[in-house]
Nanobody, 115 residues
Framework: QVQLVESGGGLVQPGGSLRLSCAVS????????MGWYRQAPGKQRELVAV???????NYADSVKGRFTISRDNAKSTLYLQMNSLKPEDTAVYYC?????????WGQGTQVAVSS
């Protein structure tokens, strides 16, 4: 059974930081491209950052310079370091693993940025 379990969300003040984690089991995550997506209330799910199985990263323009995606294949874990958080970063953040026709999602973790 494939499981992607996110953790690390919470309430933070503007300018603060959070580190999200996604623990993967049931697949060999090292061969998958991995990513973080987010969905704010009333909006469509959007890409935040991706990291290929080769370690190439790509970010949404809105988070470039503030967020860093990384992966630890030995621990089958994906990370998202989020700095300088803004209220517009408030959303449910989802972990994704993709390989050809295989596409897996976590259940999401809530991030709220508010003073």
């Amino acid at each position: 059974q494939v499981q992607l379990v996110e953790s690390g969300g919470g309430l933070v003040q503007p300018g603060g930081s959070l580190r999200l984690s996604c623990a993967v089991s049931g697949i060999i995550s090292s061969i998958y491209d991995m990513g973080w997506y987010r969905q704010a209330p009333g909006k469509q799910r959007e890409l935040v950052a991706v990291i290929t199985r080769g370690g190439v990263t790509n970010y949404a323009d809105s988070v470039k310079g503030r967020f860093t995606i990384s992966r630890d294949n030995a621990k089958s874990t994906l990370y998202l370091q989020m700095n300088s958080l803004k209220p517009e970063d408030t959303a449910v953040y989802y972990c994704n693993a993709a390989l050809r026709n295989y596409n897996y999602w976590g259940q999401g973790t809530q991030v709220a940025v508010s003073s």
